[in-house]
C-alpha cells in the first residue's frame, strides 16, 4: 500500500487549506484512515480518523471545529480541510492507514502504511 499526501504550503493565520492522501495498492475502502502531524523537535501528533465507511470521524480538541477529515472511496482520497489555521498548526503532516477502526485510532501504533508528509506552514 503506498500512500501519497499534498496540498501542504503556506497559510495565513486565520486560512485554509486542504490536504490530500491518495492510496493505492490495494482497496482503499479496506482501511480506515487517519492524518497525523509533528512539528520540529515534537512527537507525531493525531490529528483525525475517519473509518472505512466515512460515517464515523474524530478529532482532538486542538483542532475540532476547526478541521474535517472525509474520503472519497471512489478516488482512493481522503481529504483533510483546514480552516481558521493557527500558528500552532505548522507541521509536517502525515496520512496512515489502518486495517481496522479502534478506539486507539490515536495512536501512531495503530496504522499500518504511512505517507511521506507535506508540510504545512502558517504565517502571522
Known amino acids: 500500500v503506498q500512500l501519497q499526501a499534498s496540498g501542504g504550503g503556506l497559510a495565513l493565520a486565520g486560512g485554509s487549506l486542504r490536504l490530500s492522501c491518495v492510496v493505492s495498492?490495494?482497496?482503499?475502502?479496506?482501511?480506515?484512515m487517519g492524518w497525523f502531524r509533528q512539528a520540529p523537535g515534537g512527537k507525531r501528533e493525531f490529528v483525525s480518523a475517519i473509518n472505512r465507511s466515512g460515517s464515523r470521524t474524530d478529532y482532538p480538541e486542538s483542532v475540532k471545529g476547526r478541521f474535517t477529515i472525509s474520503r472519497d472511496n471512489a478516488k482512493n482520497t481522503v481529504y483533510l480541510q483546514m480552516n481558521s489555521l493557527k500558528s500552532e498548526d505548522a507541521a509536517v503532516y502525515f496520512c496512515?492507514?489502518?486495517?481496522?477502526?479502534?478506539?486507539?485510532?490515536?495512536?501512531?501504533?495503530?496504522?499500518?502504511?504511512w505517507g511521506q508528509g507535506t508540510q504545512v506552514t502558517v504565517s502571522s
Open positions: 495498492g490495494r482497496p482503499f475502502s479496506n482501511y480506515a
Open positions: 496512515a492507514a489502518a486495517k481496522a477502526y479502534t478506539d486507539n485510532y490515536w495512536q501512531t501504533g495503530v496504522y499500518d502504511y
